[in-house]
Nanobody
Framework: QVQLVESGGGLVQPGGSLRLSCAASGISVSSATMGWYRQAPGKQRELVAGITTADRTNYADSVKGRFTISRDNAKNMVYLQMNSLKPEDTAVYYC?????????WGQGTQVTVSS
């Protein structure tokens, strides 16, 4: 059974930083395309960042230069380092894993950027 468990969310002031973590079980993060999505109240869920099995990364234009996705294969973890946070980054952030056999989602972690 595949499980993705996010952690690291919270309340941060504008300009601050957070690092989200995604602990995977039942799936190897090195064998899947891993990603982070977010959903703000009243908005559609959107892709924030992704990393392929070949370590190619892609980012939403709104986070380029501020967010970095990374993967630790030994720990079976995926991370999202978020810097220079803005109020518009406030959302629930979800970890995802995509393989040919299907896609999997975590339960989400809340990130609130506010003074």
């Amino acid at each position: 059974q595949v499980q993705l468990v996010e952690s690291g969310g919270g309340l941060v002031q504008p300009g601050g930083s957070l690092r989200l973590s995604c602990a995977a079980s039942g799936i190897s993060v090195s064998s899947a395309t891993m990603g982070w999505y977010r959903q703000a109240p009243g908005k559609q869920r959107e892709l924030v960042a992704g990393i392929t099995t070949a370590d190619r990364t892609n980012y939403a234009d709104s986070v380029k230069g501020r967010f970095t996705i990374s993967r630790d294969n030994a720990k079976n973890m995926v991370y999202l380092q978020m810097n220079s946070l803005k109020p518009e980054d406030t959302a629930v952030y979800y970890c995802t894993a995509v393989r040919l056999s299907g896609s999997y989602w975590g339960q989400g972690t809340q990130v609130t950027v506010s003074s």
